[in-house]
């Protein structure tokens, strides 16, 4: 009888090992704003686009239909404003006593989500940090970026595809890859480029996949006239819950990878989430 149960404990430790873990995935990309002088000289980086890409989608929202207002609603002008409380620092600072004590700090992944997808509507688990990035002089909030994903050894780790869009004049953009070995591995190689009238870009094609496995082609330089200026490769190992940094004297990323559940009901059902 004991054979029997250490036999089954066995199989059941060994089914939790090869299961895959469930990761969120948050990114922050800034950009220094004071213009430091420097003896320090950058290279014109060269684009080095690599194969098999995955590509991030953004979660389908049904777009709201907003009718403007007339202007003739006779409000009066101290109407027309509202009390905002700003937060102080204390405010944003959670304290580790509060971090993932409850089973409703854990991230899920809705069923009606997909893996490498975008979804606005979910809180940023960075918001605290992107908050204080934004208040100061020094840096610039250029983007953030959410997803779930399941997390692969090297070989078979998906290099996804990160791009911030255009931001007062500044793009970040780049490769983003996350895997296994012994512990967890990131790798990252991130462009800064800024619109420039004078400058002309060349069409530059990258292919990849979506969530659907469906072939995109995607013109990186959509936008001709925008000037490629720094380069920054990165390449770390770390832990789950860790905040980590991709440094470079003009622009950078916070990245905060988190283990993740699976919602296996929908809230609609007043079902609870396993």
């Known amino acids: 009888m004991k054979f029997k149960i250490s036999f089954l404990l066995t199989l059941f430790s060994i089914n939790l090992i090869s299961e895959e873990q469930l990761y969120l995935v948050d990114l ?9 002088e420097t003896s320090e000289k ?12 995955t590509l991030l989608a953004e979660f389908p929202y049904p777009e709201l239909e907003i ?14 404003f509202m009390s ?37 509507a979910r809180d940023f688990s960075l918001s605290a940090e992107a908050s204080k990035i934004a208040r100061s002089r020094d840096f610039r909030v ?72 469906e072939e995109k082609e995607i013109d990186i330089f959509k936008e001709k006239n925008q000037k490629v200026l720094f380069e920054v490769k990165h390449s770390k190992k770390f832990r789950s819950g860790e905040l980590h940094y991709v440094d470079h004297p003009k622009f950078g990323m916070l990245v905060k990878l988190t283990k993740a559940q699976k919602e296996l009901f929908s809230p609609d059902n007043d079902l609870t989430k396993n």
Not at 92 to 101: R, V, W
Not at 175 to 180: E, P, S, T, V
Request: aromatic share 18%.
């Open 28 to 36: 922050i990309l800034i950009k220094y704003l004071p213009e430091f």
């Open 67 to 80: 009718k403007p207002l007339p202007f003739d609603l006779e409000y009066k002008f101290q109407d027309l």
């Open 142 to 213: 250029i983007a953030t970026k959410s997803w779930f994903q399941y997390i692969k050894n090297k070989d078979e780790a998906e290099l996804v595809f990160i791009d911030s869009d255009f931001f007062k004049g500044t793009r970040i953009f780049g490769f983003f890859q996350l895997y296994r070995e012994r512990f967890l591995h990131f790798n990252s190689k991130l462009y800064l480029s800024e619109l420039d009238p004078l400058f002309s870009q060349d069409e530059k094609f990258i292919v990849g996949k979506n969530i659907f496995n």
């Open 42 to 53: 950058f290279l014109s980086p060269e684009l080095d686009i690599p194969e098999n890409i």
């Open 84 to 120: 905002i409380k700003i937060e102080e620092d204390s405010d944003l600072i959670t304290s580790e006593d509060e971090i993932f004590t409850n089973i409703e700090d854990i991230p899920y992944l809705g069923i009606k989500k997909s893996l490498f997808e975008i979804d606005s």
